[in-house]
Structure formats: structure tokens, C-alpha cells
């Protein structure tokens, strides 16, 4: 059974950072594609950044562009985002999918909670 697992959340001050990573386990292939997104109290899941196929490029919502990182270690099967000069509004449960050409997202994590205080 493949499994994504986040972790790396946590309660920072706003100007700080951090780093997610998220690990597939289960899974002998690499996904194609994997990607973080995030869901605030009250707001729907929307996308953060993404990383897919052998060229390893890269796609960052507007909001984040500039302060966020995302980035994949094929031989550990995990991607990372590292988040800099976190604002409050960047406050969520950030969830990481892994998915494949042909049908997207496929699984998913059950999230990790980032906090950003004032």
C-alpha cells in the first residue's frame, strides 16, 4: 500500500522558515509528478508548487513564488518544500500528492500543519 507521509510543520514567526518533506513508502516507482497544496480553515485546497517528470521542472502558485522552494530526492523517493519568509496567510494544513502522467494526483498525504504567527 503506498503511503505519503509529511512532516516538517509546525508553529513559526511570521519571517521564519521551514522545510516539508514528504516520503513515499510502498511505491518502487517514482511518481511523474508530485506537488504540495494547502487548505486554510474555511477555504478550499489550492495548489503551492510542483515538481514532475526526468527535467525536474518546477511550478509555484503567484502567492508563494520567490518564497518557496519545492524540490524532489529521487533516490529517497521524497520531495521538499522549503518555505522562507513566511507570512501569516501562509497558514494551512499543506498536503503533498504524488501522481502519474496519465492520470494526475493519485495519492495523497493526510497533511502537515503550519502555523505563522504575527
Known amino acids: 500500500q503506498v503511503q505519503l507521509v509529511e512532516s516538517g510543520g509546525g508553529l513559526v514567526q511570521a519571517g521564519a522558515s521551514l522545510r516539508l518533506s514528504c516520503a513515499a513508502s510502498g511505491r518502487t516507482r517514482l511518481y511523474y509528478i508530485m506537488g504540495w497544496f494547502r487548505q486554510a480553515p474555511g477555504k478550499e485546497r489550492e495548489f503551492v508548487a510542483r515538481?514532475?517528470?526526468?527535467?525536474?521542472?518546477?511550478a509555484y502558485a503567484d502567492s508563494v513564488k520567490g518564497r518557496f522552494t519545492i524540490s524532489r530526492d529521487n533516490a529517497k523517493n521524497t520531495v521538499n518544500l522549503q518555505m522562507n519568509s513566511l507570512k501569516p496567510e501562509d497558514t494551512a494544513v499543506y498536503y503533498c500528492g504524488g501522481g502519474s502522467l496519465s492520470q494526475g494526483y493519485e495519492d495523497w498525504g493526510q497533511g502537515t500543519q503550519v502555523t505563522v504567527s504575527s
Open positions: 515538481i514532475r517528470g526526468s527535467s525536474s521542472s518546477t
